[in-house]
C-alpha cells in the first residue's frame, strides 16, 4: 500500500503535486512516487523544500532534474552540480534559474551549449565581466560563420 493511502490514484496524486498549498511533507512523500509525472510536478512545485529537490536532483530522468533545476528553492550546492550535468536541458534551466549565483553563471558562460549561454546573458545575476565575455565569444562565433 502506498504511503499516501488518502490519495490512491494517479489524479489525486497529480493535484497534489501541482498544488502550492500542498504542505512540503506531502510533497516529500510525492517525490518518491513511481510515476515520473508526479515527480516532474513535485520538482517544480514552490512549496517542495530544499532537501526534497536535494533527493530529486539525482533522479535518472533528466526531466525530474531539469525543473529541479528551475526550481527557485534548489539549493547552490545542488544547482552547481547540475553545471556539470550531461544534459544541456538542465544547464540551460540551471543557467535560467534567478537564484543560480554569479559563480555558476560564469562557469557556465563556457558551455557548449548555446542556449545556455543565452541564458546566463539573460539572467540578472550574471557578472558584467561575463556578460562582456559571453559578447566577445558571440561576436567572434558571428565573424567565423559569415
Known sequence: M???SFAPSYTNREDLSRDPQTSPEILTQLSDDINP?????????PSTPPETLTKL????DYIVRRRVASNPNTSPETLNQF?????????RNVAS???????????LSND???????NVASNPNTPSETLI???ALEAAFMVTNS
Do not use: G, H, M
Open 2 to 4: 502506498s504511503k499516501l
Open 37 to 45: 509525472s508526479i515527480r516532474y510536478f513535485v520538482a517544480v512545485n
Open 57 to 60: 536532483s539525482t533522479d535518472s
Open 83 to 91: 553545471a556539470d550535468d550531461t544534459n544541456a536541458n538542465v544547464r
Open 97 to 107: 534559474n534567478p537564484n543560480t549565483p554569479s559563480e555558476i553563471l560564469t562557469k
Open 112 to 118: 557548449a551549449d548555446y542556449i545556455v549561454r543565452r
Open 133 to 135: 565575455q559571453l559578447d
